[in-house]
């Protein structure tokens, strides 16, 4: 069996600053999310802000098939230059899925191009995520709907480009909606972007949510990875008009 490399991110700041939180997922967001979506088809590993290169050195980069992303409030300290390589990166091949506040990270911009504000309310309501792509391979294993009984509420109109396809529609208990699951290509790459997961709550503990992670990182996994450029490429019948 060929394994998926998978590599999960975390900005990993609350869960060491915030009692709250650190009861909530005291081994961390990422190691939560990475048991969470164990399986024997996936090989994954670990990475944080505060490591080495926030544990995302240029091996590492290179080996990872699928990224997966959660960062919140510190998006500024996060390099340009690793940001830079993981934009081509995706550019030539690797899955990428942004979580949550995610969504402000410089990776998520620069693979969208658009601010990708939004409106948002922590008030830890219940939320219902509709599946609108029932034959889509993310939502395979999803009903009609699931529901969180407490999310921070995310609302339209959410600033992204028009090509992203909405695969999941959020309703929140104080009325809003928000395009809550949506994919997009971006040069060899697929990109997911799924908005559950506020960190003071067990979204990453909920089995529908990580099933969604799950089919994500499959439907995400790359077909090849391949260099950008301008390649010359030969004739394939002979050029009777060509000028010489």
Request: charged content about 25%; hydrophobic content about 40%; overall charge negative.
């Amino acid at each position: 069996m060929i394994k998926t490399n998978v590599t999960v991110w975390n900005e990993f700041r609350h869960e060491k600053n915030d009692p709250l939180v650190r009861s909530v997922y005291p081994e961390g967001i990422h190691a939560a999310i990475a048991a969470g979506i164990a399986a024997d088809d996936l090989e994954i590993r670990l990475a944080s802000l505060d490591e080495p290169d926030h544990g995302l050195p240029d091996a590492v980069i290179a080996s990872t098939d699928v990224l997966i992303w959660w960062g919140h409030a510190v998006h500024h300290e996060v390099r340009d230059d690793i940001v830079a390589k993981l934009h081509r990166r995706v550019l030539e091949g690797m899955g990428l899925i942004v979580l949550h506040s995610g969504h402000f990270s410089k990776i998520f911009r620069a693979v969208t191009g658009t601010s990708c504000s939004l409106k948002w309310r922590e008030a830890g309501e219940k939320e219902r995520l509709w599946n609108v792509a029932p034959t889509h391979p993310i939502t395979q294993g999803i009903g009609d709907y699931f529901e969180l009984p407490h999310e921070e509420m995310y609302g339209e109109r959410f600033d992204i480009p028009e090509d992203g396809k909405p695969i999941f529609l959020g309703w929140f208990e104080g009325g809003n909606v928000f395009r809550s699951g949506i994919t997009f290509e971006r040069g060899y790459g697929k990109v997911f972007y799924f908005q559950p997961g506020h960190e003071s709550h067990p979204t990453y503990r909920d089995p529908n949510v990580l099933r969604v992670i799950g089919n994500a990182v499959r439907w995400a996994k790359p077909v090849f990875f391949r260099e950008l450029g301008g390649v010359r490429y030969p004739a394939l019948e002979e050029l009777r008009s060509a000028a010489h």
